[in-house]
């Protein structure tokens, strides 16, 4: 299957509100998407299957590290390789722009986020306790070296 991600910006908020909701129970607002996107806070890019946003990533570039924010793919979506084409095109944003690691955390009980990520290099660094607001679940830490 061949798949286009394209990056998105403040046009696309109502779709990514949508998506969050059909994904997560903790979920972004409509004003920390617009903010991020309109203050070119984060790069956010996206897949379409059939017209509907189907997955999306939001990455934050600080001088040389990226973090991922956020990944999500629809239900009806999943285990199409759509999140490895969304990670794959932040990395080439990522090599392109010379940044040299990646850091991301994780739940820990989240296993096909973290073979996903474990797929593309990342390795866990440290363990932060408690640290989701909604499940109070532990954060594992991941890293991940372009250079
Ligand atoms: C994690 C998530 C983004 C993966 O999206 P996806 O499009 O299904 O992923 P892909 O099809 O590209 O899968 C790539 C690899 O990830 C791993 N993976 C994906 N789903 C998996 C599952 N249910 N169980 C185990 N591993 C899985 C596999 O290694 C897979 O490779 P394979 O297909 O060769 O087995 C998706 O499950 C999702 O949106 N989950 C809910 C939101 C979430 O947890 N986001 C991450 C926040 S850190």
């Given at each position: 299957m061949n798949i286009e991600v394209e990056r998105l910006n403040a046009t696309d908020v109502d779709d990514l509100i949508e998506l969050e909701h059909a994904c997560f129970e903790y979920h972004w607002s409509r004003d920390q998407f617009l903010l991020g996107l309109e203050r070119g806070a984060f790069i956010i890019l996206g897949t379409r299957t059939d017209g509907v946003l189907s997955g999306y990533i939001a990455i934050s570039i600080i001088k040389d590290e990226m973090e991922i924010l956020n990944l999500a793919v629809r239900s009806e979506f999943r285990k199409h390789g759509l999140a490895t084409a969304l990670l794959k095109h932040a990395f080439t944003i990522c090599k392109e722009s010379g940044v040299a690691k990646g850091f991301l955390d994780v739940k820990v009980s989240n296993a096909p986020a973290i073979e996903l990520y474990q797929k593309f290099g990342y390795k866990q660094i440290g363990v932060r306790k408690k640290?989701?607001?909604?499940?109070k679940e532990d954060a594992l830490l991941f890293r991940v070296d372009f250079v």
């Open positions: 640290y989701y607001p909604d499940t």
